[in-house]
């Protein structure tokens, strides 16, 4: 297991326990106490947890993942997800994408699916093939060298957790603009109380981006069914398609079709 692999897979357990200790770790991640002892020092050292005598206690009440170590959480399916919502697209779409992992997916397969790479303009094309209108600095950097795409970005204050630009500079330019579809991530899907997230400051720029829209796309894997969150963005009554992996629950999907939601599985 790579150093990368164990923090995220220790900041999972952190995420769940609320605290570490160094020898139930060592087991659990499959390696010596001395190892995770320097690996709580240093993810110390970036202020993503609070060591103590024996372990380690997080930041807070609410501990929230920063983007970087929840990338590797269930890949594959946020990777399928993305290659489906590429699907759904259509070229000349204004696209608008929030930030989290699975949108950065979604990002990443349009880019695959217009071909033409860093720097190319591609076979016959004459301009951008989608508009991206994005609140995500890590989407906006990886999309912007890609000439087959037009980047907009909001203005806003940065959260280094999620990358995302929050505040009333980024309200200030999503009340400007109308999108196509809205790519929404989250961090919960409620049948009552709708779709949420962690910060209640990402939560009201990513309801802009619903209201903006004339059709919203949620991704969303399994593991997220039946979460809550602590910010809520929307209820399900402004979601027109949920697009997830086929984890989830038979009896979730009758509810979320009952709501008037299209359901993708993959």
Known sequence: MSKQERWSRL?????????????????VVDVSPATIRRDLDELAEQRLLVRTRGGAIAHGVSYELPLRYKSSRRASE??????????LLTAGDVIGLNGGTTST???????????????????????????????????????AVRPQFKIVVTGGVARPQSYELVGPLAAGVLNEV???????????VDPKLGVMTHQEE?????????????????????????????ARICG?????????DSGIAPETVARLTEAGIEVITV
């Open 105 to 143: 997916e979604v990002a990443r397969a349009l880019a695959l699916q217009t071909g033409g790479g860093v720097g190319s303009s591609g076979e016959g094309q004459s301009g951008p093939l989608y508009t991206v209108v994005t609140n995500a600095l890590n989407i906006a950097g990886e999309l």
């Open 202 to 230: 990402e939560a009201s720029i990513s309801r802009l981006f619903a209201e903006r829209a004339r059709r919203v796309v949620l991704v969303a894997d399994s593991s997220k069914m039946g979460k809550r969150a602590f």
């Open 178 to 188: 109308v999108l196509d579809v809205a790519v929404l991530g989250a961090d919960g």
């Open 11 to 27: 900041l999972e357990l952190l995420a769940v326990e609320g605290k570490l200790d160094v020898e139930q770790a060592a087991v």
């Open 236 to 244: 399900l009554d402004r979601i027109d398609t949920l697009v997830t």
């Open 78 to 87: 946020k990777q399928r997800i993305a290659r489906a919502v590429a699907d």
